[in-house]
């Protein structure tokens, strides 16, 4: 597939094409959005890496994080979302805990998009997602 020519066809390319690497559990898809010195932070980091600090830098290291998340995934983890917000460089979108099928995590996607991939990603959870891992919900 071609690169979009627009700066909005960049980051609507990579909110697209995030989702759909998600949904297939499709690890090479996903870390070929991301720069090779991309960062993510997210408590998931700590939980399932057994780590103090939420981060996880570098692509090789993000890979094998990314792995884990796709095979530790709750019931209550799904996809549904309308829509993302962007500045052009930013990009950020919403799972809100209602949603047409019942609850779900709720989680909010930060992403710093630099040369069309995925710099920095930081990922914020709601009281629901938080939940699952302090009643043990998600696996690890």
């Not at 071609?2 to 949904?23: C, M, N, S």
């Not at 559990?25 to 399932?48: F, G, I, N, R």
């Not at 919403?94 to 069309?116: A, T």
């Amino acid at each position: 597939m071609a690169e979009p020519a627009t700066v909005e066809g960049r980051i609507e390319h990579i909110f697209t094409a995030w989702d759909e690497a998600l949904g297939a559990k499709d690890l090479d898809a996903a870390m070929a959005l991301y720069q090779p010195d991309a960062t993510l932070e997210s408590p998931l980091v700590c939980y399932l890496l057994g780590t103090d600090e939420g981060i996880v830098r570098g692509r090789e290291n993000l890979r094998r994080f990314v792995e884990k998340v796709f095979s530790h995934q709750p019931a209550k983890r799904r996809r549904f979302r309308s829509g993302f917000l962007t500045d052009g460089s930013r990009l950020t979108w919403e799972y809100p805990r209602e949603s047409p099928d019942g609850d779900q995590m709720d989680i909010v996607e930060m992403m710093e998009i630099r040369g069309g991939l995925i710099a920095h990603h930081r990922v914020y959870w709601g009281w629901l997602s938080v939940g699952t891992l302090t009643n043990g919900d998600h696996p690890r």
